[in-house]
């Protein structure tokens, strides 16, 4: 019985894996750059999205909200003018590649468009489920501690990028930015930490700026 | 291929329940309560509890801490003199009845006593697996959003007990109490809510008073 878990588990991760690269490569084709926003439930995915969308204007966008229930998150982006599709998973934790290429079929994405995929809020599944994405955001906020990167390693092991939300509540909390920075730099030494607080836009020059670098190189390649 | 993934799943949570069943047994019989303390990374649970032992003078305390890694949690309760265990779940994203069992084969606890067990971050998975508990209390908090109850409702429904913490940050934040607290309602109306702030330690005494009352109860049994 044991054993029959351990196989099936490696099947589903193989299966995930594969289509997530085919995902990726038929993206890459395109010229869609892909990037999948993780974070716990209320460190405020969706609110960054929106600012960071603010900021890149001239680039197309489209957004995939994954959710358990509901599309509160999607018709927020649309009631912006966003173009969003929602999947809802019923209770499953986390996105995965057959989920998108479901509505990658469904849906016509322009070629130059940054497609976000906000993930399931939880910072431990979905970091381990390809979604054929390029790059990797990470949304950490001030008010869920400043041990989070000890503590869920995997997910900040794998980040492009990690955005820690609600500096606004640095005066409120006893947020050691230090602690996490350092936790950050031995997980992921090379991905950049950015401050941003979501309520009041500060921060996010930097973040679109380097999301635009990356739309750059990518292009190039 | 499918099937035997949905056939295995059913036998995973079957057995869990099975086992967490006999876990439930046993302490009863042994005037043991146990109580799963779940909520998001960053929540504030282990804050939490510490603010609420502090208020259950007379009552032996045990606290199981389950974790992906690290011991900082178990580490900061045992500095405060409570008898604290460890289960680090190496990445997997919900404590389950035979790591419990695993445990409590391992360690003696004292009849009389209320057996916390702390979950992994995660306001998704750990709301399917039966550990063995009597009381479930979710942790929220107020800058995770008042929209958690529609968006995570499995964890919501089966709560016992609802705390939302960080009630200091009110203030600072756009968060809609009459929407979080109806959501609740609307998912699990027998539910109580408690407003705390686990940093000055507000709204622990209602909390402290439901639980010894949930305690005088389950004596009686």
Redo the contacts between chains.
């Keep these: ?1 044991e054993k ?2 351990i196989d ?1 588990k490696i ?2 991760y193989e299966e995930n894996q594969k289509i997530g690269e085919e995902i990726r490569k038929e993206l890459t084709a395109r010229n869609i750059l892909s990037v999948n926003i993780l974070g ?3 460190a405020g995915k969706t609110s960054v999205l929106v600012r960071l969308i603010e900021r890149l204007k001239g680039i197309p966008v489209t957004v995939i909200e994954g ?4 599309d ?1 998150d999607t018709r927020k982006l649309q009631s912006l003018g966003i173009d969003a599709y929602q999947i809802n998973t019923n ?1 499953i ?1 986390h996105l995965d590649s057959p989920m998108i290429r479901a509505i990658l079929g469904k849906k016509e994405i322009a070629p130059g468009t940054i497609l976000f995929v906000e993930n ?6 979905p970091a ?1 489920f390809d979604i054929g994405e390029h790059l990797r955001i990470v949304v950490s ?1 001030v ?3 400043s ?2 990167p ?5 997910i900040f092991q794998h980040a492009s990028a990690i955005v820690l939300n ?1 500096s ?2 640095m005066p ?3 947020f050691d930015e230090t602690y996490f920075r350092e936790g950050v730099g031995v997980m992921n030494p090379s991905a950049p930490v950015f401050d941003v607080c979501a ?1 009041d836009g500060t921060g996010f020059d930097m973040l679109a700026e380097w999301l635009t670098g990356e739309k750059a190189k990518f292009k190039q390649k």
């Design positions: 019985m029959e878990v099936l099947d589903i716990s439930a209320g959710d358990l229930e509901t509160i209770g934790c399931i809020g939880n910072l431990v599944c381990e906020s008010p869920e501690g041990d989070k000890y503590k869920y390693p995997i609600k606004d509540l409120y909390i006893d309520k």
